[in-house]
């Protein structure tokens, strides 16, 4: 049985419903999937009815950006209670800084003479957890972008004309957030962060594993990252970070966990006296 624990559906900046998003996982023969939208567990009712429907193993989840010596990283909180009542405050307050984040964009799109309305855009996102990607989508649907890559490089990369900074809680924050949620932290696609030195001092934080395995990891990286965890004793996920067809191409499908590492992390969840039961 294979697992995939990094997926993104329309709650966050993915283009697939949980139900959409679960039937492709099925028909790939997936056992167990994590839904882990950016700052946002809004979506995990859905995602575990779908799943519960099709006899597949669903872990909420979900992805908070954070910062750690200026550096951002990414965090998978995952085996999380979706009804914790501090996690959904704080998640809300990060919801509040995307919005923000997309008036000042297009704000400054505006200001370049491209006429984009900040309505298009979220009525495009039709979401709480808008992003860059949103943006993107909107500039290609009015005419202005021929494709998100466009978008992409015309305007939304770092330092150019429209690019925002993300609003960043530091990582120990992000990490006793979710475990005060009962779920474990783990640190995002690191081959992607070009900053392993960062990794233990996480650890010291209280991180409890890498994304070994990822859809932009080769084989190379994904053993460096395995030698990584097996050195500071931590835990070993894989994703695909699908984003549904937002990327041109859908990406689950392109990493398959093996079970054994799940079996891991729901042992570390209930060593902690926690609840590794899953939908």
Not at 157 to 177: C, E, N, T, Y
């Amino acid at each position: 049985m294979f697992a995939d624990l990094h997926l993104h559906t329309h709650f966050s900046d993915g283009t697939y419903s949980p139900e959409e998003l679960a039937g492709h996982a099925h028909r790939l023969g997936f056992g167990t999937i994590a839904l882990t939208d950016h700052d946002t567990v809004q979506g995990c009712a859905r995602m575990a009815v779908a799943c519960a429907a099709l006899q597949m193993e669903f872990i909420p989840a979900t992805e908070l950006t954070a910062e750690i010596d200026g550096d951002e990283v990414h965090l998978l909180g995952m085996f999380l209670n979706p009804t914790h009542p501090r996690l959904l405050v704080e998640t809300a307050k990060y919801q509040k800084v995307r919005t923000d984040r997309i008036y000042e964009m297009v704000s400054r799109l505006n200001k370049q003479g491209v006429p984009l309305k900040p309505e298009v855009v979220f009525k495009l996102a039709n979401c709480q957890s808008p992003g860059r990607p949103h943006v993107a989508r909107a500039l290609v649907q009015e005419g202005i972008c021929r494709n998100m890559d466009e978008a992409f490089d015309r305007f939304l990369k770092k330092h150019r004309v429209a690019w925002v900074p993300k609003f960043k809680v530091s990582a120990g924050d992000a990490i006793a957030l979710i475990h005060e949620a009962g779920g474990l932290a783990i640190l995002a696609h690191p081959g992607l962060n070009r900053n392993d030195s960062s990794i233990p001092k996480l650890i010291e934080e209280g991180l409890d594993g890498l994304e070994c395995f990822h859809s932009k990891h080769g084989d190379a990286a994904s053993q460096h990252y395995l030698s990584l965890a097996e050195k500071y004793h931590v835990l070993v996920t894989g994703g695909s970070d699908c984003h549904g067809m937002s990327k041109g191409k859908p990406l689950i499908g392109t990493i398959k966990l093996p079970y054994s590492y799940v079996v891991a992390l729901k042992e570390k969840v209930a060593s902690r006296g926690g609840s590794a039961v899953v939908a």
